[in-house]
């Protein structure tokens, strides 16, 4: 039998096991919403922006193993979904983004809400397709989740003009496809294995560096069984929180910019260093000239072959999988009767502890006013440790990364390559989909939640009962501690002023709100707040205008040039 | 360093932006790129002329194998190939130069295709540099016009690009 363009995109999403489609309707996706109203396997959430969409989808596709999957109508859904998509492409994250286009016959004509879709998302998808003819339809979404899903993960976007949507044809929805231009699958090289393993047995100061793939790629168990072989210490970046435990005694805590003392100078001084999905940004390894005044042998796997030697020159480059690569890795290092060198390794643990015992994330904890990092500490204690954390971007972002704990992966979840502000509360709704039965907080502050706050509604709607903790300081606090550090104290606009009574806009959404002024009031807010399980909390609270975030690696400085506390 | 990447890819609306896009967005030299459809109509090849150092060329060619419609990539200045450039000049051509300028041409082996009592228009092919020589050697006044197509190139011998 033959079917509408709409229908087919609709049986495509739901063929594909589909459980939600984030979006926002309008013109030029009119007949694909007429098919979802009459269907029930693919669940619609209403969002109240495009952008919190793909957010949301997002913040699904990071704590599910699925790829997020939205539907936005043509020019400005498109337009407000780019900041979503870009998010997403930054991070690597495996999406599905349908969105309207005018009918073809108007393309180029400069009709109503029209934008050059294609042209204009480019440069921030894995792929995109522009489908012309309703008998390509189905072919390409098939493709568009098999781009998305495969090699590095990414956002594929698939356009569809109206009148492709009221055409019809035979639905087939193809049990795979392959593309001759396209082939991801690769083995990690056995002889690069090889050489790899020889160089870590014979390290004096070894190191591992791991980054959003382990996550990405499921591969937390391989690397907890080769960093305990090993003895080595282990370091994640932003991305990477939660692939191995944070409360193992390996563990250094997170590395970069805002990293601990110890993972950045374990990392400047390594002799050899093993990179696995990771790609050595500049808020990772600071100013690469800096970080090779120090030699060291490095070893990079990535199933990307473009990240390897992109910033810095590896010595052993392993492209592929890897959870495939370190799997292979255990297997050696278990056949094999070397051993690392138990001296040198018991001298590079006791300078790691000197390191370790400057204790560098240490805050006033007798303060009269709320520190925030007390908020987060908090939170770690009383959810367990077993939350799905997002948030968005700036100070409390990194105190989240740093006293949340994450044992797990895909418990944190953050805009960790594009910094997109607005992020953190629809990809807790994402998260809440994907783990209904889970708690889930979003930390943040009043600058990046009202970037996104319209997304209070659709919480409503759909009764999410998602913990925001918002770290109240009354600024742009990222922007404000570089003002202070390296503009001459000159706050440019980053004081917040005209803030909403956050407590009653909560109450306005039909949520609980709440305002916590003191230190001795957080727990019992945050306990209050976990016990209504049901409902939205938002928790405003107040804290310490003056806290900075440390230690932090001022920007164009090396990693072991850190302005400690 | 000048390089030579040619590529195969997808003969699809948009592939060649896609790769023109990479080039701006990641701030890679293109000197020059032709493309045209080949004997498989469902495949374009495409030469690009870059420049770079040898880890920018690594980038460039790693960058262009992520993208999706590109089927392959080789550098052909790693290898033994050939290369060669379509020039079309139109030279002011009377009086006493009219005859120079039929010598100049059969020196560099160009053809002249048009001709008008003032003008001639030459047909010119080789490497680049052997069209820069050829404007070299004209007198500055006498080049009306040029239009050159880009370098095309291809492996000697069995060296082959092809799906």
């Known amino acids: 039998m033959e079917l509408t363009g709409a229908e087919i995109t609709v049986r495509c999403l739901a063929d594909e096991g589909v459980e939600y489609l984030f979006g926002y309707p309008g013109g030029a996706v009119l007949h694909i919403y007429d098919e979802l109203f009459k269907q029930d396997r693919v669940k619609h959430i209403l969002v109240r922006h495009e952008q919190a969409a793909v957010h949301a989808a997002d913040g699904y596709a990071r704590a599910s193993h699925k790829p997020g999957v939205c539907l936005v109508t043509s020019g400005p859904g498109v337009t407000n979904a780019v900041t979503g998509i870009a998010t997403a492409y930054m991070d690597s994250i495996p999406m599905v983004v349908v969105t309207g286009q005018v009918p073809t016959y108007a393309i180029g004509q400069d009709a109503f809400q029209e934008v050059d879709t294609v042209g204009i998302t480019r440069p921030c998808v894995k792929h995109n397709f522009l489908v012309k003819d309703v008998k390509d339809l189905a072919t390409t979404m098939k493709k568009a989740f098999y781009i998305a899903t495969t090699g590095r993960p990414g956002p594929v976007l698939v356009d569809i003009p109206k009148d492709v949507t009221t055409a019809r044809c035979e639905y087939v929805y193809p049990d795979k496809v392959e593309l001759r231009s396209y082939n991801p699958a690769v083995k990690g090289h056995a002889g690069q294995i090889k050489k790899a393993l020889g160089l870590l047995l014979e390290a004096k100061r070894p190191m591992i560096y791991t980054g959003g793939s382990i996550v990405l790629g499921d591969a937390s168990a391989e690397l907890i069984e080769l960093v305990h072989a090993l003895g080595f210490p282990v370091t994640n970046t932003l991305m990477g929180l939660g692939g191995y435990p944070a409360t193992d005694p390996q563990f250094m805590g997170m590395l970069g910019m805002h990293g601990t003392y110890e993972a950045n100078m374990a990392m400047q001084h390594c002799d050899v260093l093993l990179a696995v999905g990771a790609r050595f940004d500049d808020r990772v390894i600071g100013n690469p000239k800096h970080f090779f005044q120090e030699e060291r042998k490095i070893i990079h796997v990535d199933v990307d072959p473009s990240s390897i030697s992109k910033r810095v020159k590896v010595d052993v480059p392993i492209v592929g999988h890897v959870k495939d690569v370190l799997g292979e890795m255990n297997r050696q290092i278990a056949a094999t009767s070397q051993k690392p060198d138990p001296a040198a390794l018991k001298a590079w643990w006791t300078q790691i502890e000197l390191w370790r015992a400057r204790d560098c994330l240490k805050y006033d904890r007798s303060s009269p006013i709320i520190k925030p990092q007390m908020v987060v500490q908090k939170l770690y204690e009383i959810t367990n440790g077993d939350a799905f954390v997002t948030s968005d971007v700036g100070q409390h972002q990194m105190w989240a990364a740093q006293f949340y704990k994450f044992d797990k992966p895909r418990r944190w979840i953050n805009s960790g390559g594009l910094g997109t502000m607005g992020f953190g509360l629809p990809a807790a709704m994402g998260v809440y989909l994907a783990h209904p039965d889970a708690q889930v907080a979003c930390v943040t502050g009043e600058a990046s939640i009202q970037m996104c706050i319209q997304e209070l509604s659709t919480c409503k709607q759909y009764r999410m009962p998602i913990k925001i903790v918002n770290l109240n300081n009354r600024y742009m606090g990222m922007v404000r501690q570089w003002q202070e550090f390296f503009h001459g104290n000159r706050y440019a606009e980053s004081y917040m002023d005209a803030l909403p009574d956050f407590v009653k806009l909560a109450e306005s959404y039909g949520h609980v709100g709440m305002r916590i002024e003191k230190p001795a009031d957080i727990e019992p807010a945050l306990k209050e707040a976990f016990a209504r399980k049901d409902q939205l909390v938002f928790m405003d609270f107040i804290t310490d205008q003056t806290e900075n975030v440390f230690p932090m690696v001022p920007g164009g400085k090396g990693l072991s040039e850190m302005i400690l506390v | ?163």
Do not use: C
Not at chain 2, 96 to 101: H, I, T, V
Not at chain 2, 124 to 148: I, N
């Open chain 2, 1 to 163: 360093m000048k390089h030579i990447i040619s590529l195969l890819l997808e003969n699809e609306a948009g592939a060649l932006s896609r790769v023109a896009g990479l080039f701006s967005a990641r701030g890679y030299n293109i000197e020059s790129l032709t493309v045209a459809t080949t004997e498989d109509p469902t495949l374009s090849r495409m030469t690009i002329v870059t420049s770079g150092s040898d880890d920018v060329i690594e980038q460039i060619t790693k960058q262009l194998n992520k993208l999706v419609d590109v089927v392959k990539v080789v550098d052909l200045s790693e290898g033994e190939h050939i290369e060669r450039e379509l020039m079309l000049v139109k030279v002011r051509a009377s009086g006493k130069d009219r005859e120079e300028m039929k010598r100049m041409a059969d020196i560099f082996r160009g053809r002249i295709i048009d001709v008008t009592d003032k003008t001639y228009t030459i047909e010119l092919t080789g490497t680049g540099q052997k069209l820069d020589a050829f404007l070299q050697a004209l007198e500055t006044g006498a080049v009306l016009e040029t239009v050159r197509t880009g370098a095309s190139g291809i492996g000697r011998g069995e060296r082959i690009l092809k799906v």
